[in-house]
């Protein structure tokens, strides 16, 4: 199988997720106006990468602007899995974020409704 | 002769661990005030941000004042921000905010609310202690400096003073500024969020008091500025993340 091929497959789902995510939570009013563009800007990079790995590998050849080997399987397995790693580390942060202004949110709570009695 | 408006204002403390000065330092603020056109009430509010020491105690000592307590400790800007809630949820015209460490001139706290009262267009007032000839030492000058370019570099916003604790508060801004930091940085943001809310900041020279008790308690200088310029990152990383 085309290894091109095989890292499009793998990593497509991932980008439309992304994009499809990023457009809810726009709609749902979660995201602001320039918080989508960032992240439908980020994945259609992402997209565009992806896409086009073979095309950008032969002009930075051709152009003797790397002597990499083409790409084998588990370029093309580290490049899934970084993709991957990357996506996950994001959604913990921005989890530790909420479940720590949560943490805030009842500290702040109980202090005022303390005072009251 | 015409009666002066009554204008009640309220003084955030939050305090971490200042049991050995807080009751000193509240003791020396003022209760009333009588400016050219109004009768200002004080009302000062301590926020314990789960304080280790008798801190929540000391303040409950204190005769008119009211003692907040949060059960763990979140940081400055969490007990700046119950504080504020407080401020807003029980109608004070303004409020302030001083630190307890005793570093603030209570001086300086009213000649900022007279400021504001006579420019009510302001909602956001900042005592900048680089705009005064004050006492400085110059490490903590170029460290302040340094953290306002950096506030201006990735917020977009400047002040003379970001790090500045004694703030001046609006009505209209108890009503509308939010932010997130629970940590030091929350001073930077909040400038950020003000600005974004669309409201008027502005600056007052004023002079910072250092006493032995708050250079060894302060923070350590360069790792205190490294620190929030960390906690100054994440903020921002976070805004565009989330």
Not at chain 1, 16 to 39: D, F, H, P
Not at chain 2, 159 to 176: P, T
Request: glycine residues 6%; hydrophobic residues 40%; charged residues 20%.
């Amino acid at each position: 199988m085309n290894k091109y091929l095989l890292l499009i497959i793998l990593n497509v789902p991932f980008i439309v997720y992304g994009l499809i995510k990023a457009t809810i939570y726009y709609k749902e009013g979660v995201y602001s106006v320039l918080q989508l563009v960032t992240r439908v800007t980020f994945w259609i990079l992402a997209l565009v990468g992806v896409l086009f790995t073979q095309q950008l590998y032969n002009f930075l050849i051709g152009h003797d602007l790397t002597n990499s080997s083409p790409l084998s399987i588990a370029d093309v397995l580290l490049a899934t899995f970084s993709f991957l790693s990357l996506t996950m580390i994001i959604r913990l942060y921005a989890r530790m974020e909420k479940a720590e202004k949560k943490v805030a949110d009842l500290n702040e709570e109980l202090a005022l409704r303390y005072a009251e009695d | 002769m015409s009666k002066r408006k009554q204008i009640r204002v309220c003084v955030v403390i939050p305090a971490y661990n200042e049991a050995s000065v807080l009751a000193e330092v509240l003791r020396n603020l003022p209760k009333l005030h009588h400016h050219q056109s109004f009768k200002i009430n004080f009302t000062t509010v301590v926020v314990d941000d789960g304080s280790s020491d008798n801190t929540y105690q000391e303040a409950r000592g204190v005769e008119g004042v009211v003692a907040l307590k949060h059960i763990i400790n979140m940081g400055a800007g969490a007990a700046t921000r119950t504080g504020l809630r407080y401020a807003k949820e029980h109608g004070y015209d303004l409020a302030i905010t001083m630190d307890a460490d005793g570093q603030h001139a209570a001086n300086d706290a009213l000649g900022l609310i007279e400021r504001i009262l006579d420019e009510p267009e302001l909602d956001l007032l900042i005592g900048s202690r680089l705009k005064s000839d004050g006492n400085m030492p110059r490490h903590k000058k170029i460290g302040n400096k340094g953290l306002s370019y950096v506030t201006f570099l990735l917020l977009g916003t400047y002040v003379s003073d970001s790090q500045s604790g004694l703030r001046v508060y609006s009505r209209k801004a108890l009503e509308n500024l939010s932010y997130h930091s629970n940590n030091y940085a929350f001073c930077s943001e909040m400038i950020w969020q003000a600005k974004r809310a669309g409201l008027r900041i502005a600056e007052h020279p004023i002079e910072a008091i250092y006493t032995e008790y708050s250079k060894q308690k302060g923070q350590k200088n360069f790792s205190g500025a490294m620190k929030i310029l960390q906690q100054l990152v994440n903020r921002r990383i976070m805004d565009i993340i989330q």
